[in-house]
């Protein structure tokens, strides 16, 4: 059988809550014995977005408040000899405020 290169990209954020995530994954992926190796959890870096507002729109055009928006992203490669990983992968319920991509090659 031809070994199958499967990538989980996992974006949050919130940090605990992806962490978490990727603990779950790596847990279920563990008990799998067609699994040949696993690579990660990778984070790359955070991505920060900030935003300035004025706080009231007639007077006091100085006060500003300021957001900052981070983004968290981590990849977890896996080899394999099947394709039921996927599968399997496809049914685990993460958390709602996790995004997640799999993408899958040979």
Request: net charge positive; aromatic share 6%; charged share 25%.
């Amino acid at each position: 059988m031809a070994n199958k290169k499967i990538r989980i990209v996992l974006q949050s954020f919130n940090h605990l809550i992806l962490k978490e995530s990727c603990q779950l994954i790596l847990d279920l992926l563990a008990t799998e014995k067609s699994i040949l190796t696993i690579v990660g959890p990778i984070s790359f870096p955070t991505k920060k977005r900030s935003y300035c507002v004025l706080r009231s729109p007639h007077v006091n055009k100085d006060s500003r408040e300021q957001f900052e928006i981070r983004r968290y992203k981590k990849i977890i490669d896996i080899q394999a000899n099947s394709t039921e990983i996927i599968d399997i992968l496809l049914l685990l319920n993460l958390s709602p405020g996790v995004l997640t991509e799999l993408f899958s090659s040979r």
